[in-house]
Nanobody
Framework: QVRPMESGGGLVQPGGSLSLACEAAGTRLGPARLGWYRQAPGKERELVASIGSITSGGSTNYADSVKGRFTISRDIVKNTAYLQMNSLKFEDTAVYYC??????????WGQGTQVTVSS
């Protein structure tokens, strides 16, 4: 069974940085499209960043609100996806979820990790 496990969330001041990790038990991440999503209270879940599968070229995509501040990456050896978040803002506060996507019928969500940006 595929079980994404997020870690790295926490409390950070505006302008600070956090690095999220998504370890994937039960599958290899290379063939998957990986996505980081977030959901703030009272809002819908939104895509923050994605990276294509290795075979598709591994192209990255970012929400306009995080371009230039967030970086998504994948470590094949560690079988882990990352989201490096810099210059954090109050509005980045949310629960961040990792999604491992193979197809519409075969994709998996983690439990989420809380990121709180507060002074």
């Amino acid at each position: 069974q595929v079980r994404p496990m997020e870690s790295g969330g926490g409390l950070v001041q505006p302008g600070g940085s956090l690095s999220l990790a998504c370890e994937a038990a039960g599958t290899r991440l290379g063939p998957a499209r990986l996505g980081w999503y977030r959901q703030a209270p009272g809002k819908e879940r939104e895509l923050v960043a994605s990276i294509g599968s290795i075979t598709s070229g591994g192209s990255t995509n970012y929400a306009d609100s995080v371009k230039g501040r967030f970086t998504i990456s994948r470590d094949i050896v560690k079988n882990t996806a990352y989201l490096q978040m810099n210059s954090l803002k109050f509005e980045d506060t949310a629960v961040y979820y990792c999604n491992i996507y193979f197809s519409d019928d075969y994709n998996f969500w983690g439990q989420g990790t809380q990121v709180t940006v507060s002074s």
